[in-house]
């Protein structure tokens, strides 16, 4: 035992904290590849074929990858990229192009960027090309060797590829589908999109040029692998400088995730959604709060930040309205309980504060039909509420047909937190009877 200790190196928990904060931040936050991508195999296999066989055979291709966004589909792009580029002689001969469909908003810009990519500036220099096909089919030609007996490999990688099809006559693409399909030199295609529909946007052309292979990357994920996904995420490595610390930390790792109140907690993000990127944001969170005093994860930190995340926008807007604005709101709700989500008007929405008026006989609530009338359109304007007829219909405002558009939820978290919100008018929104 002492002789293990003697070994290990003792850093300081201050330094430890910092080094855990970096090697956790770069994993969670800015994009660092996995070691290996989960789940994803079958997918990544099968892209990292086709590329090969353009790189190093000379085929040409297209592909699709679609999937939501935090799906993976850059990262699995970027990881197939790198293993690509292991292989002997790829990095020599291999071109890439990497293009986004928030950048080349037309065409014009994305051959500018192209030739950039290509590095092809100086050969181009002042020329006048005729049509796009032959600016594409120029800079093709440049890429060839010194014999013209083969071509370099280039790959083109559009990122946001759903946005290249409003570009003018869809001409990027035909011409590079074109290319991909015609042995004309060996590219490959690959788009990057969260439209599975995308397919009907291409015009018939293009479309009949596109290989028609798409690699879908649809999370299949059960909860227990997303709470695996949790821990994997926070664990430490074996490399870690600290090993007591690191062995410490994973051991905390794997308790919070054993704890029901965490475990709840994740279920619910797993229920709203079970992308990589929305638990980044949560683990984010989550590691924001361990200090050196406190170098754990505990489980309110997750429920914490678990809070923050869902935090509602329109239930933090309830925060700042008058005690009458949240009063007609209460009536609302209950309008809404009674008669099942069918519409309503002022009128209503009156008599049921009315009649909590009545019944508590107090006379410090007490307003003109005025000040009521301009609480109403003040949360019309906060888009608390909607009118279902269009705004040029002749109907009187006191009768005009709403809808509330916040849930019993949001209004019943924001009245926890209403600061000093009346005894009675809690009473009255928690009550089941108006
Ligand atoms: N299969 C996976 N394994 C590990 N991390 C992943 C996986 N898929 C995605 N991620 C992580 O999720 C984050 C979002 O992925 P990204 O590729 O940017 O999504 P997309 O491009 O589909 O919007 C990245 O930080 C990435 O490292
Ligand atoms: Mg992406």
Known sequence: MSKRKAKETHVPVGECVAQLQKTLRERLCCGELPEKPEGVDAQHKHLLELLRRTALHGESNSVLLVGPRGAGKTMLLKSVLKELLKEKDVNKTLMQVHLNGLLQTDDKIALKEITRQLHLENVVGDKVFGSFAENLAFLLE???????????????????????????????????FDVSQSAQAPIAVVGLTCRLDVLELLEKRVKSRFSHRQIHLLSGATFPDYVQRVQSKLWLPEQFPDQRFAHEWNNSVKALCEDKSVEDALQRHFNSSKDFRSLHVLLMLCLSRVTVAKPCIKPADVLEASRVCFADAKANMLHGLSILELCLIIAMKHLNDVYEGEPFNLQMVHNEFKKFLQRKSSTIYHFEPAVVMKAFEHLQQLELIRPLDSPGARTQREFQLMRLLLDTSQIMEALQKYPQCPTDVKQWAMSAFA
């Open 142 to 176: 440049a890429l060839k060797k010194g014999d013209r007996s083969s071509s370099r490999p280039v790959l083109f990688l559009l990122d946001e590829f759903d946005l290249f099809v409003h570009h003018k006559n869809q001409t990027l693409l035909y011409n590079l």
